[in-house]
């Protein structure tokens, strides 16, 4: 133990004594573990039900199981595991005073309210498949009430967008815990304990958004095999209300993921003063504190990112490797500057663990061009603006073709051409793209982001507003 102030903090060593004497208490429903494991055939012999001879009835009693004994292999393996081996182990350590600073909400959010609503939703569907294989041979009304009111249109549906909306962020902050000691050795403990059947933490806190992908899928296979009209029409509302929600939580999803790029993307950027900017820029030392009044890191803030990447950029006889970000008003020009201390430490770890993964994790929420700014912002990179945002009215893009590329020696390659309000040409980019299908995303997307900035600009004028705003083109 070491101590700050008049507390003592375990160290990694307390963490891995803990352990070695901690056991995991049983959770296991009998009921729900025995039926989880039944064809629908079983679950008929076990209840003394007669099983049907026409196919089209079995089918829909089919249906009708896979969404209960799914929701079993949910709710058991995966939803009690992340429970019971990882969050009630992380509070047995934090009350020995271990990992006390660790943030249990940041990591499984509302995971507690999703065990309880999912096991009240798997003892109303079971108590709902006996009563109507009791009364009748399918999925009467009492089925659909259920549907539609009291799981997965309701209170279960909010409990699993509040879960997967803070999912980007457990994953960022589970990233930022992998370099301590003790919480790895509370993970690989975890990680070791038979119920997690090999899984790993990251496989576990993806599985609600999964389950939440699903649930139209399953409503639909139910819904197919009704017999009237209304119960079709009831069950398809239901599958619809889910897919709703799921848009609904995308557009939240990506606007999160935006905001949080955004903000760590607004400390990494350096805009140098125009004297360093512009070497014909003369400014005597005792007036250069009265340019420094104007600032522009808030230039980015309350702005959509829509694409970046890492392109070639021809200057003079150099290749310069610039990091491009394509904003809904402008787009900025920059270059890396890697952080020397963490690519010196990387370099350290795989020397000492050379079997260590050190691959950046994928994260399914995020496009996949984001994962280099994710890695690079985790390494402390910064980006320098290498000249001034060019406002995407005032942009031209012209394509290079084939034949002059390979004249010129520049493959894959496009101008970017940054014009004044009197339409004089004061900067000219030649970038060149990894392939020439990248080359094309990278066209397309300024294209499509100039068009909807002129669109914009026709149906209602920007407005003038501190250092957000950008002068228009039709001035």
Not at 126 to 135: E, N, W
Request: charged share 25%.
């Amino acid at each position: 133990m070491w101590t700050k102030g008049k507390l003592q903090i375990g160290t990694a060593s307390d963490v891995e004594k803990y352990l070695s004497t901690a056991q995991i208490q049983d959770w296991r429903n009998a009921d729900l573990q025995k039926y989880k494991d039944y064809c629908v055939a079983e679950f008929f012999r076990d209840q003394s039900f007669q099983v049907t001879s026409d196919p089209h009835i079995y089918k829909r009693q089919e249906a009708i199981w896979e969404l209960f004994t799914s929701e079993c292999v949910y709710f058991l393996d995966q939803l009690m595991v992340l429970k019971e081996v990882f969050l009630s182990t992380l509070r047995d350590l934090q009350a020995r005073n271990c990992l006390p600073d660790i943030d249990d909400w940041r990591l499984f959010a509302n995971l507690q309210e999703l065990c309880l609503v999912s096991f009240g939703f798997l003892n109303n569907l079971l108590r709902v498949i006996k009563d109507t294989l009791a009364i009748n041979d399918g999925g009467g009304p009492t089925l659909l009430e259920l549907l539609s009111k009291a799981s997965v249109s309701g209170k279960r549906c909010h409990c699993l967008q509040k879960y997967c909306l803070n999912y980007s962020t457990a994953l960022l902050y589970l990233d930022s815990l992998k370099p301590r000691e003790d919480f790895g050795s509370y993970v690989k403990w975890c990680e070791r304990n038979e119920q997690c059947r090999r899984l790993q933490l990251r496989d576990l806190l993806v599985a609600p958004l999964q389950r939440l992908t699903r649930y139209p899928l399953l409503l639909r296979n139910i819904a197919k095999r009704l017999e009237t009209e209304d119960e079709i029409r009831g069950l398809s509302s239901v599958a619809e209300q889910v897919d709703t929600a799921i848009c609904d939580l995308e557009g939240k999803v990506k606007w999160l993921d935006n905001y949080q790029k955004v903000k760590q993307l607004r400390d990494a950027l350096v805009w140098l003063p125009v004297w360093e900017r512009d070497k014909r820029a003369f400014i005597p030392e005792n007036l250069k504190h009265l340019l420094k009044a104007v600032t522009l890191e808030n230039l980015i803030s309350h702005r959509s990112l829509l694409h970046e990447g890492r392109l070639v950029l021809t200057e003079n006889t150099k290749l310069i490797d610039v990091y491009l970000f394509l904003f809904d008003e402008f787009l900025l020009i920059t270059k890396i500057k890697r952080n020397k201390r963490y690519i010196y430490s990387h370099v350290l770890s795989l020397i000492c663990f050379p079997q260590r993964s050190v691959g950046p994790e994928q994260n399914p929420l995020r496009l996949p061009q984001n994962q280099e700014l994710d890695q690079l912002l985790k390494e402390g990179s910064t980006f320098t603006v290498l000249d001034q945002p060019v406002s995407l009215d005032r942009l031209q893009l012209k394509n290079i073709d084939q034949l002059n590329a390979s004249t010129s020696g520049l493959p894959h390659s496009f101008i970017i051409m940054h014009q004044n309000r009197y339409q004089q040409c004061i900067g000219a980019f030649i970038l060149q793209a990894p392939s020439e299908t990248a080359k094309r995303a990278w066209m397309s997307k300024i294209e499509d982001a100039v068009s909807a900035l002129l669109k914009q600009d026709s149906q209602q004028q920007r407005h003038k507003s501190a250092s957000l705003w950008l002068e228009s083109s039709q001035i």
